[in-house]
């Protein structure tokens, strides 16, 4: 989805809206634009690419300005090309606007519009939509504010959106439904604008977190105003980041995706700080505590997310199963929501998201509280409209994760789940005392393991040189490690673009052993366990039809390292937790082929970190 930033105030704008957008590229990157007002006039630049082409097609032409926004675009309408790059401008130039998000009903205003004369350069939904708050502005006679608000209640579809008025340098106005945008207070009315706090944070602490349907007048005299769509007035609600600003730079990595790699320990660490009591014997997790009723009463979680949080949903399935003996239903968000599913009042929903901003689970979520669930979130981004939607949560403490492809935030997202399985079996009598202390001490060295197989990192570089030029791969897992197996492949696919399925080891017989040849490499999870036997003959149907083995294993195992033609150790845990470690040689894997293939790992083609339309 789309970055979108702007500024208000003393300083030149121009240096403030770049540097920004490099900071939301990771939302979307085919194509970026800025606009400026200087001496009334709008100095505009836009073009295909990377906010690095941005800044190359500016180059040394004026850019002045003390007002100003700016795009980093995921194309969703028209090709990404200079044309359809925002920001737009009204059909008489007196506007421009950037826009996150869909507008479905662009075409019926599209036409309409056309038959009042306007003339469109773009194929746009935005640039329609800019178009029609000037037709609003001009047939009503009202001020931009009130022209914004009447045209956004005949808008349907999904906006966050910051606009211009050139005659007016002293103000910004800006909206949102769905799509997310922080607005940063800095001194004397000077104010920022971004879809998420990573531009503002250098600035200011100080942010207010737009609303759905609410419309903002940014002034310089006037200072904040929000009112809704319906036009009551809304006090804006400061609040302070916790964001640190080093969190959000590359530290001295290659890349967002490798640092976030080697966070692993730290991140995990910080997600289960302060929720478990090794000394007591007890987890502690305010979202169950404080509605024990709910989680005591459930008789069935369902668990709602995409990608690589569905991955992780999947993990919990296995958890709460085991440990609280609880039936739990993993359903993709983006069908759960047009199934027309059977949901009780009794029904626990646990909504997983990193960015917190997902739209299909965001709608999954809206579906669920109406029929009455419970709706437990697990978020990353404090203050996302995942987490101020749901009915409690725990935030996962990974830290702003930056690279397109999840990795940290997974294993947080494990881990708190982890925790979550166990308090509910806790305060459902479900685990005998002495299990969920070896269990949580056995967490609590979850981080320790990781740093050890963070070191296989240059063993399974080599293993990717083998084979980086694959054009398929097959990732089997079996019980806890068959979700990893389907992220080992998401990640592969994500990042170096090969082809890679995973799949339930036992499942390969019905179908993807057909694949198996010499040139089909094999990821298998074989760490001892209570499939490992099964696992093993897994691996010799594999052989027998020539496919390459390159295995996880338990550190010190033989018969796995006969059989494999690579194997990658990692240390020895209950099942339960093996996938937070088995997971971490599938990250770097992918990585080091990604990097190999010459693929940029941070922003994939095609992709983008949070995916804020349907
Ligand atoms: C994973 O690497 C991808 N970035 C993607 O599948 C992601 O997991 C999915 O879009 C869900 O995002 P969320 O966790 O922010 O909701």
Known sequence: MCGIVGYLGDRPAYDILIKGLKRLEYRGYDSAGVAMIHNGAFSLFKCKGKVSDLEEAVGMQDKSGNVGIGHTRWATHGPPNDVNAHPHASND??????????????????????????????????????????????KTGANLFDAVRIAL????????????????????????????????????????????????????????????????????TDGLKIVTISNQNKDPYVQELEMKLEAIEKGGYDSFMLKEIHEQPRSINDSIRGRMNLGMGTVKMSGVDEHADRWNKATRILVVACGTSWHAGLVAEYLFEEFARIPVEVEYASEFRYRNPVIYPTDVVIAISQSGETADTLAAIELAKEAGAFIFGVCNVVGSSIARATHSGAYTHAGPEIGVASTKAFTAQVSVLYLLALSVAQLRGMMRPERLNRLMAELNSVPEKIAEVLKTNEDVKK????????????????????????????????ISYIHAEGYPAA??????????????????????????????????????????????????????????DHAIEIPKSDDSLVPLISVIPFQLLSYHVAVMRGCNVDQPRNLAKSVTVE
Do not use: C
């Open 93 to 138: 130039g007196t506007l421009v606007l950037i826009h996150n998000g869909i507008i479905e009903n662009y075409a019926s205003l599209k036409s309409e519009l056309i038959n009042r004369g306007h003339v469109f350069k773009s194929d746009t939904d935005t640039e329609v939509l800019v178009h029609f708050i000037e037709d609003i502005r001009d």
């Open 153 to 220: 209640s005949e808008v349907i579809g999904a906006y966050a959106i910051v606009i211009l008025d050139k005659s007016n340098p002293h103000q910004m106005i800006a909206a949102r439904k769905s799509s997310p945008l922080v607005i940063g207070v800095g001194k004397d009315n000077e104010f920022y604008i971004a879809s998420d706090a990573t531009p503002i944070i250098e600035y200011t602490r100080n942010v207010v977190y737009l609303e759905d349907e609410e419309i903002a007048r940014l002034d310089r």
């Open 463 to 494: 293993i990717a040189e083998i084979y980086k030029d694959s054009t398929n791969a097959l990732y089997l897992g079996r019980g806890y490690s068959f979700p990893v197996a389907l992220e080992g492949a998401l990640k592969l696919k994500e």
């Open 507 to 564: 499942e390969m017989k019905h179908g993807p052993i057909a694949l198996i040849d010499e040139e089909m490499p094999v990821f298998v999870i074989a760490t001892q366990g209570a499939s490992y036997e099964k696992v093993v003959s897994n691996i010799q149907e594999v052989k027998a039809r020539k496919g390459k083995i390159i295995a996880i294993v338990t550190e010190g195992d033989k018969v796995v390292k006969e059989l494999a």
